[in-house]
Structures are given as C-alpha cells and as structure tokens.
C-alpha cells in the first residue's frame, strides 16, 4: 500500500513498487517503526516531517498497522506503510521487510530493547534509537520518562544531527468537504475505560450544544456503534448525527470532518490528536496521564481539562489502560466542558 507525498511522490513510490529503472540504482531506504494508533502516529509527525527534510531522495517507510494508511498518506510524509502491529502497544514480531537492508532505521516505537532488536535483525546501515542496556551497542540519548512525547522524538532526531520542531505538527488540510461543516464533534470513545469520560455526561453536553442551535456530531471508531448511539439518542439528535462505529469512518472522512468542525471535544484520543494536527478548536478531558505528556500545543485553541487529586505530584497518577474511567477524568463536570466550549466561541 502506498502514501504519497503529492503527485511527485505518488509517480515515485509507484515507480518503487514497479522496481528500478534499467541503469537505475533504487533510492536508498529509510524504516521508521512506529506500530501504533492514530495518535501515535500524529505526535510522530515532527519527527517525520524532519526525516523528510533531512532525507529528499530516500524512500520513507513507516511500520505501522494496516489500519493507518490512509492516516500515513494525509500527513504527506511517508512513501509506502509496511503493514505491521502487535496487541495493545507490544512490539511487533517481525517486520514483512524484503530486499536489501534499510539506508536508514528509526526507533519512534520505544525505548528498546525490543524494539531495537526488531529493527537489528534488518541490518540497517545506521540506527536512530534510544540507548538502553539491553542493546549498549546503540550509543543513543537516554530516554526520559517524563517527557510530551513529540518532544521525545524530536530530541532523539536532534541527537543524530537532526533538527526537529515539535510544534512543527500540522497535517495537509483535506480537499474533501466536510460532510458536517461547523459542526461540533464529540467523540465518547477510546481504547480503554480509563480515558473513556461517562457517555451520559457527553449526550449531556451534546444536548445542550445542540439545543443552543447547534450541529452536533457523534464520531466513533470501529467498534463503538453502541456506545456512540447511546450519547446521540439521549442527546436528542437527529438521525446521522453518528459517524462511524461500525467501522472506522474512512480517514479523509474523518479529517474532513475534524477540519471543518467548530470544535472538538474528546478524550485523550486520536481524534483530539488530529484536531491538534489540523488546528481545529478541541476541548480534551485527561484523566490518568497528564496533559504534559500528551496534551495539545498550549495556546487559545485549545482547552485542557484535569484534576489531579491530593498527592498526585507523578504525570502518570493512574492507570492509562485500567476498564473503568480514572477518578481525576471523573472529576469533569458537565458545566466545566460547557463553559470551555463557550470559552473558545462565546456562549453555545
């Protein structure tokens, strides 16, 4: 599956895919493993974007799962997916890479050994990754725990000699129309309960956004149909206001939506990551981990909201992936989330 970057990158990576031309070397091959969720890849995108600039004649491949495609194709950084992932935020096994060793891997998964050790077995001819004992070989930056995580990669990439900006995060902005422009976008869902804010409080929210005279949307991931139908009939909206839930909605679906919308309000999710990545207003609900560590760039259009309780003095102070929400994202109210929406546009 190819992402291209514009028409002279779709030309060039279908001419990689045909193979060299007669009298013609192939370009050199640069891997980045990045085998995780939309999010993931969205904080990734400084990085990414450094890599291009640093890296004009190389092939970019990212390892990342099937489902980003069409998510690695919008940010217009990356040649080819090579189709890999692992359950929950595991490394990979193995990597379906063929012919000759990578020019260049970068390590933008973790901080080893595993991961490391996925990206040896290619052979590459250089590796960006993080030191770590399990692999004293690799003479990268130490790896700080308590780090925003686009920070993260773009120090590792400014420690090889790579200059990266982490604000340097925006996605090409669709040329498909919203199939909701101005509307305001609530997603309920994420991957763990933890972070997953009650549903009858957001279809609180939603009606009163929508009583106030405006359109709401409802989007959902593949599997949280239910979830997203629950929100939207105590919400009282009417008929197609969820998208997705079956299925994931298709990605340039999806980032149009997000483009056009008057705002976003989600959880610690993807969807607030591409609000990030598009410059649409996001009001974000954090819960076990901080906004520190994975927030939206601090400025007017984007709204935090997080109650760390006495004694949570850690940036990690619950569980990310326990089933039931965290006790500091319970401690939002209805009200707060309201007058953060009003905060950004003025009364709903």
Known sequence: MTA????????????AEAGPAAGHAPPPRALVLRALGLGDLLTAVPALRALRRELPGHEILLAAPERLSEAAAA????????????PGRAVPTRLPWTGPPPDLAVDLHGNGPSSHLLLQRLRPRRLFAFRHPGTPEI??????????????????LGWYGIPAHPADLRIPVP???SPAPGA???HPGADAGARRWPADRFAVVARAVHRAGHRVVVTAGAGEARLARRVAEQAGLPPGSVLGGEHDVPFPRLCATVAGARCVIAGDTGLAHLASALGTPSVVLFGPV?????????????TVLWH??????????????????DPRLLRITVAEVLAAVDALHGPA
């Open 184 to 186: 305001t976008v609530v």
């Open 75 to 86: 940010t217009g950084l990356v040649d080819r997916l090579l189709p890999t992932g692992a």
């Open 290 to 302: 901080a906004p520190r560590l994975w927030g939206p760039p601090t400025g007017g259009r984007h």
């Open 4 to 15: 291209a970057r514009g028409s002279g990158g779709t030309e060039a990576a279908r001419a």
């Open 139 to 156: 003479a990268g930056p130490p790896w700080h725990a308590e780090e925003h995580e686009r920070d993260r990669w773009c120090r590792l």
């Open 308 to 325: 760390p309780g006495p004694g949570d003095d850690r940036l990690r102070p619950g569980d990310a992936h326990a089933g039931t929400p």
């Open 175 to 177: 040329s498909c129309p």
